[in-house]
């Protein structure tokens, strides 16, 4: 079974920075697309930015030129670099990555981090 590990969650004031990664590991696999959502309380789950395998990046507008979707191939590891941070950005946040097994394409969903942002 695939398994995604997500770090770098926090506390951080308006202004601060944060970067989140996720990392796949488990039996042979080759991973296509990569992106992060997040949820704030009461809300619904948004996609945040997403990259393709040939490293195509999409952001949200509500992020759009703070924050940065990257790969590191060789590490199976999404990351999501975010400046600027603001309190609407206090949400859980997933990372998302669909992975190709045996032929077949699936996808797996992280546990969360928490990003706080305070005022």
């Known amino acids: 079974q695939v398994q995604l590990v997500e770090s770098g969650g926090g506390l951080v004031q308006s202004g601060g920075s944060l970067r989140l990664a996720c990392v796949a590991s488990?039996?042979?696999?080759?991973?296509?697309?990569m992106g992060w959502y997040r949820q704030a309380p009461g809300k619904q789950r948004d996609r945040v930015a997403l990259?393709?395998?040939?490293?195509?990046?999409t952001y949200a507008d509500s992020v759009k030129g703070r924050v940065t979707i990257s790969r590191d191939n060789a590490k199976n590891t999404v990351y999501l670099e975010m400046n600027s941070l603001k309190p609407e950005d206090t949400a859980i946040y997933y990372c998302?990555?669909?992975?190709?097994?045996?032929?077949?394409?699936?996808?797996?969903w992280g546990q969360g981090t928490q990003v706080t942002v305070s005022s």
């Open positions: 998302k990555v669909i992975i190709t097994m045996r032929g077949r394409d699936f996808q797996y």
């Open positions: 488990g039996s042979s696999f080759s991973i296509n697309d």
């Open positions: 990259i393709t395998t040939v490293g195509t990046t």
